[in-house]
Nanobody
Framework: QVSLVESGGGLVQAGDSLILSCEVFGGTFRKYRMAWIRQASGKEREFVAGISRGGLTTVYADSVEGRFIISRDNSKNMVILQLNSLMPEDTAVYYC?????????????????WGQGTQVTVSS
């Protein structure tokens, strides 16, 4: 059984930074391609950032490119999302997700395992 546990969300002001963490329990972490996905109230879930198994390749949504940084520590079974220059439109529940798919993917349906999510609220 694989479980993902996010932490680090909170209420911040526009322009602030925040770090989200996701720890993965069960399975073999280094075999998973990881991603962060968010869902704002009343909107569909959207892909935010993804990282390859070894951490060498990353991909970002256009809306966060240059502001967010995804990284992973395979020795700790953790994936991190650093959120910089936050804007009110970044307000959402942020989910950590894992896929065993080898090829890069931004398709949410390709991710087999999901965390419960952590709320990020950015005030203007």
């Amino acid at each position: 059984q694989v479980s993902l546990v996010e932490s680090g969300g909170g209420l911040v002001q526009a322009g602030d930074s925040l770090i989200l963490s996701c720890e993965v329990f069960g399975g073999t972490f280094r075999k998973y391609r990881m991603a962060w996905i968010r869902q704002a109230s009343g909107k569909e879930r959207e892909f935010v950032a993804g990282i390859s198994r070894g951490g060498l390749t990353t991909v970002y949504a256009d809306s966060v490119e240059g502001r967010f940084i995804i990284s992973r520590d395979n020795s700790k079974n953790m994936v991190i999302l650093q959120l910089n220059s936050l804007m009110p439109e970044d307000t959402a529940v942020y989910y950590c997700a894992a896929t065993q798919q080898f090829d890069p993917t931004t398709a949410l349906s390709d991710y087999q395992y999901w965390g419960q999510g952590t709320q990020v609220t950015v005030s203007s």
